[in-house]
Nanobody, 122 residues
């Protein structure tokens, strides 16, 4: 079972920024999900690595960017203008092989990291 390792979480004030990292990144699709206490896991952003396509949840569009540095074998999630409602455990996920639908559902991802906590205070 492949292991994804996240880093970069922390505590910031509203309006602040964080950059999450996930390694390794050599998959067909990679994504960031988040899960707040008592809520379901939800997609934040997806990157279709082979073609560079991206998908963002409506709640984060314009504030968050998913990207990959192939040389560093690392996936990033750049988060700006953070809000208290962004507080959650953030998970890196990956999938090998094509998937017919876009965006991919959570069930399509084969590999998951342990998560990194992001806390945004008002």
């Amino acid at each position: 079972q492949a292991q994804l390792i996240e880093s970069g979480g922390g505590s910031v004030q509203a309006g602040g920024s964080l950059r999450l990292s996930c390694t390794p990144s050599g998959y067909t699709y990679m994504a960031w999900f988040r899960q707040a206490p008592g809520k379901e896991r939800e997609v934040v952003a997806i990157l279709y690595i082979d073609f560079g396509g991206t998908y963002y949840a409506a709640s984060v569009k314009g504030r968050i960017t998913i990207s990959r540095d192939a040389a560093k074998n690392t996936l990033y999630l750049e988060m700006n203008s953070l809000k208290p409602e962004d507080t959650a455990m953030y998970f890196c996920a990956a999938r090998r092989g094509r998937w017919a639908a876009w965006p991919l559902p959570v069930s399509a991802f084969n590999y998951w990291g342990q998560g990194t906590q992001v806390t945004v205070s008002s």
